[in-house]
């Protein structure tokens, strides 16, 4: 296939270093792929998108991609994604993070970005360990599971991604695998046209780490056990909740509408404005600043 045959090459920036970094059999460039195509199918001009990422292998991420991107510090990409989309409110902001880099020193600003509803895009690549740093038990890592610091089994309960990001606020959740690599695509689609915080879920288990721990078998295996362990909304809701427990549950599992942060902070400004030129005074309403 002839390079401009192809949409991947238009959007990546082929001087870095190929292959990428991630192991063979990796779920993250698949993620990378389904970014891709959901960025190409709405259109988005290079320049209006800007790719933020913290520390981890999915942080690798940005540097292959051709977009604004900023490669931050571990956890901190949603508070960094937060100043750029204040700065620049018509940028499209997309944020990859890992488990651990979202959830576990990125926990604070990630239930604070969706309480705010600031308008970004959350792609949370779930493989249930720290992978980068030598297979360390993650906020995700489920019960019983071992870890390079959980040799005996993991005691701790994880952290549901989905329910957690719906409690703290956020207007659109939705989980796929990297198995499902064009549902995935369709779901990240949906989830950067939504205005306001949204979060996907991409299941993605490392074999490096997580498989070669747990005795799960090659890459290729732990793939068919995303494909045999995971099941449409549509299907979960004929199982009972014992057995949906079991299952990873794949499509959009919320939506709702709200006004995001940026539209209330605009406001803000305008009441501040009218303020100092004597207009009006800011006044408290039960709807609101008045």
């Known amino acids: 296939m002839a390079k401009d045959d192809h949409t991947a090459y238009a959007y990546l920036r082929t001087t870095k270093k190929f292959p990428n970094i991630w192991c063979a059999g990796c779920g ?13 199918r709405i259109g988005l001009d290079k320049d209006e998108v800007a790719v933020v990422s913290g520390i981890g292998c999915s942080g690798r991420m940005p540097v292959y991609l051709d977009f604004n991107t900023m490669h931050t510090t571990h956890g901190r990409a949603l508070a960094f994604a937060t100043g750029l989309k204040l700065a620049q409110p018509n940028l499209k902001v997309i944020v990859v993070m890992g488990d651990g880099d979202a959830l576990a020193i990125g926990g604070n600003h990630f239930i604070h970005a969706a309480r705010r509803n600031i308008d970004l895009t959350a792609i949370i690549i779930n493989n249930l360990i720290y992978g980068m740093t030598g297979g360390q038990y993650s906020p995700t890592t489920p019960l019983d599971m071992r ?6 089994g993991h005691v701790e309960p994880p952290f549901p991604i989905c329910e957690l990001s719906i409690a703290a606020g956020a207007t659109f959740v939705a989980r796929s695998t990297v198995y499902h690599a064009v549902e995935l695509d369709r779901l990240i689609e949906k989830a950067i046209r939504k205005v306001g915080f949204s979060v996907v879920e991409a299941v993605s288990y490392c074999h490096t780490t997580y498989g070669r721990l747990n005795r799960m078998g090659s890459s290729v295996e732990m793939m068919r056990m995303l494909k045999e362990n995971s099941i449409s909304l549509a299907a979960a809701e004929n199982l009972k909740p014992e057995e949906r427990a ?14 995001d942060y940026l539209t209330l902070y605009q406001k803000v400004i305008e009441h501040a404005k009218a303020a100092v030129d004597g207009k009006e005074f800011l006044r408290a309403g039960p709807g609101g600043l008045e």
């Open 147 to 152: 870890a390079s610091t959980a040799p005996y």
């Open 246 to 259: 079991t299952k990873i549950i794949r499509g959009v599992l919320h939506e709702v509408e709200k006004p």
């Open 28 to 40: 993250i460039g698949i993620v990378m792929g389904a970014l891709i195509r959901a960025i190409d």
